[in-house]
């Protein structure tokens, strides 16, 4: 016998949103920190790959001037899905107050901060909406509003060209 109650409790149904838009504000939060990283460092600077090493091909031994004009060679573990071959340019990331430099791995805050904006506003709007229809707004009055307030723009648009 099949139950035609649905297998998400309701109350599951009326969090959803604001679980999203929270969500969203955890992943936009992210990438803020990921790009204030970033932007803490000194700043890019070329590098030569001086060797690899034969047994991990994720590690390179590269040489590189930093931002103190030292000429430095150092060891740099890399994930970043390809090969890095001697002799090949690199850029390398210093924050000379930590410490520590690392192969620049390009723009990764971006995208985190996008897909974040649109959670949070899908959230932030169906919060909005829910909360609308459980205080009884209707919502067909205020659609047939914006819908007749849309076609009068592009009636003037129409116009204008």
């Given at each position: 016998?099949?139950?035609?109650?649905?297998?998400?409790?309701?109350?599951?149904?009326?969090?959803?949103?604001l679980v999203v838009l929270v969500g969203g504000?955890?992943?936009?939060?992210?990438?803020?920190a990921m790009a204030a990283d970033v932007h803490r460092s000194a700043g890019l600077f070329p590098g030569r790959v001086v060797s690899t090493d034969a047994r991990e091909a994720s590690t390179?031994?590269?040489?590189?001037?930093?931002p103190d004009g030292v000429t430095r060679t150092e060891a740099f573990e890399h994930?970043?899905?390809r090969e890095i071959k001697s002799g090949r340019e690199v850029q390398i990331r210093v924050w000379p107050g930590e410490r520590r430099a690392e192969l620049d791995p390009g723009?990764?805050?971006?995208?985190?901060?996008?897909?974040?904006?649109?959670?949070?506003?899908?959230?932030?709007?169906?919060?909005?909406?829910?909360?609308?229809?459980?205080?009884?707004?209707?919502?067909?009055?205020?659609?047939?509003?914006?819908r007749e307030r849309f076609d009068a723009c592009l009636w003037w648009l129409s116009r204008w060209r």
């Open positions: 016998m099949t139950s035609s109650r649905s297998w998400l409790p309701e109350a599951a149904l009326l969090w959803l949103p504000l955890a992943v936009v939060w992210t990438g803020v390179a031994y590269v040489r590189y001037t930093g994930h970043q899905g723009d990764k805050h971006t995208p985190v901060i996008v897909a974040g904006s649109l959670l949070t506003l899908i959230g932030a709007g169906a919060t909005l909406l829910l909360f609308m229809w459980h205080h009884g707004v209707r919502l067909d009055l205020k659609l047939a509003k914006w």
